[in-house]
């Protein structure tokens, strides 16, 4: 229909767009950086927590993609290659950072009697994380409640379960081993149940 841009059309443009970057196009490397960069940075915030870092690792993203755009082949999306980059440039930042004075979790896990039972039973949710990500009113406060997970454990919670990561290739970018990787999201998930426990119980009568 008249109007209407079909898959196609966007695949071949996109095309055409990423041939101009990879000649060195100043001006369609602008353009990138307009139209994709608010959202690059926006990943970069959820796992550095401030601006001024945010900031630094956006750059870094950048650079990245200027120096390494010719070795994108389009098996995926240009958004998607992006939204990796930046994930990857904010994780480096955060492993050259120090962690003296992160948060500990340990408030937030559950507590167990001697019987083995813990103090305050788990009520199930209505739907899980992933889930409620992807509905808006619920969203902002799950990536708020997120936010407040010490870095760490924030940084393995949406590499695993919001980017998909496996655990070896998330143990990769972070230096760590695979059982810390394994332990640190299990804490994680039961941290980030205690912060939205109050607002996510089974909402069934």
């Given at each position: 229909?008249?109007?209407v841009?079909?898959?196609?059309?966007?695949s071949?443009?996109e095309l055409?767009?990423?041939?101009?970057?990879?000649?060195?196009?100043?001006?369609?490397f602008?353009?990138?950086?307009r139209?994709h960069?608010p959202?690059?940075?926006?990943?970069?915030?959820?796992?550095l927590?401030?601006?001024e870092?945010a900031?630094?690792?956006?750059q870094?993203?950048?650079?990245?993609?200027?120096r390494g755009i010719?070795?994108f082949?389009?098996?995926?999306q240009?958004a998607?290659w992006?939204?990796?980059?930046?994930?990857?440039?904010a994780l480096m930042?955060?492993?050259?950072?120090?962690?003296t004075?992160e948060?500990p979790i340990?408030d937030?896990?559950?507590t167990?009697?001697?019987d083995?039972h813990q103090?305050?039973?788990?009520v199930a949710?209505?739907?899980?994380?992933e889930?409620?990500?992807e509905?808006?009113?619920?969203?902002e406060?799950?990536?708020?409640?997120?936010d407040?997970?010490p870095?760490?454990y924030?940084a393995?919670l949406?590499?695993?379960?919001?980017?998909?990561?496996d655990?070896?290739?998330?143990a990769?970018?972070?230096g760590i081993n695979?059982?810390?990787?394994k332990t640190?999201?299990?804490?994680?998930r039961q941290a980030?149940r205690?912060?939205l426990d109050s607002?996510?119980r089974?909402?069934?009568?």
């Amino acid at each position: 229909m008249d109007g209407v841009i079909t898959a196609n059309e966007r695949s071949r443009d996109e095309l055409a767009f990423v041939a101009r970057l990879q000649s060195g196009d100043g001006a369609a490397f602008e353009t990138l950086v307009r139209e994709h960069g608010p959202r690059m940075l926006a990943v970069v915030r959820r796992f550095l927590g401030n601006d001024e870092d945010a900031q630094d690792a956006l750059q870094d993203a950048l650079v990245s993609v200027y120096r390494g755009i010719h070795r994108f082949e389009g098996h995926s999306q240009l958004a998607t290659w992006l939204h990796r980059v930046a994930s990857n440039a904010a994780l480096m930042r955060l492993r050259s950072r120090r962690r003296t004075d992160e948060t500990p979790i340990d408030d937030l896990l559950p507590t167990f009697i001697d019987d083995g039972h813990q103090t305050r039973a788990t009520v199930a949710w209505s739907r899980p994380v992933e889930q409620l990500l992807e509905r808006q009113e619920t969203a902002e406060l799950v990536r708020r409640a997120i936010d407040q997970l010490p870095e760490s454990y924030r940084a393995i919670l949406l590499l695993r379960d919001i980017e998909e990561r496996d655990t070896e290739e998330t143990a990769q970018l972070l230096g760590i081993n695979a059982g810390a990787v394994k332990t640190r999201l299990h804490r994680a998930r039961q941290a980030l149940r205690t912060l939205l426990d109050s607002k996510m119980r089974d909402e069934t009568p």
